[in-house]
């Protein structure tokens, strides 16, 4: 089992910045690669970047590449999201998420564990 917790989410303007953090528990944290999603009422959760379990590979959903950052502190458990420029169209709930064997993925079924969301909502 692995335990994520975020925090860092809140009301921005927009070209503002947040950095959200995402803190793992349980199992070796160098076990999964990690990744963002982001969620809107009545829409499916989309993918926003990911990182590997070493922190050498990302990838970024081409809505935000440019502009998001992730990044992992393997001594710390923890996975960070840098999100610069925000715009309205970036507000949504943000989950991370963990996936087993260590390589990017891009699609929530690769994600076993989920964290419980942090709200982000840029204003215009």
């Known amino acids: 089992q692995v335990q994520l917790v975020e925090s860092g989410g809140g009301l921005v303007q927009a070209g503002g910045s947040l950095r959200l953090s995402c803190a793992a528990s349980?199992?070796?944290?160098?076990?999964?690669?990690m990744g963002w999603f982001r969620q809107v009422p009545g829409k499916e959760r989309e993918f926003v970047a990911t990182v590997n379990w070493s922190g050498g590979t990302t990838y970024y959903a081409d809505s935000v590449k440019g502009r998001f950052t992730i990044s992992r502190d393997n001594a710390k458990n923890t996975v960070y999201l840098q999100m610069n420029s925000l715009k309205p169209t970036d507000t949504a709930v943000y989950y991370c998420?963990?996936?087993?064997?260590?390589?990017?993925?891009?699609?929530?079924?690769?994600?076993?564990?989920w964290g419980q969301g942090t709200q982000v909502t840029v204003s215009s």
């Open positions: 349980g199992r070796t944290f160098t076990s999964y690669a």
């Open positions: 998420a963990a996936s087993g064997g260590g390589i990017i993925a891009l699609h929530p079924r690769s994600y076993s564990y």
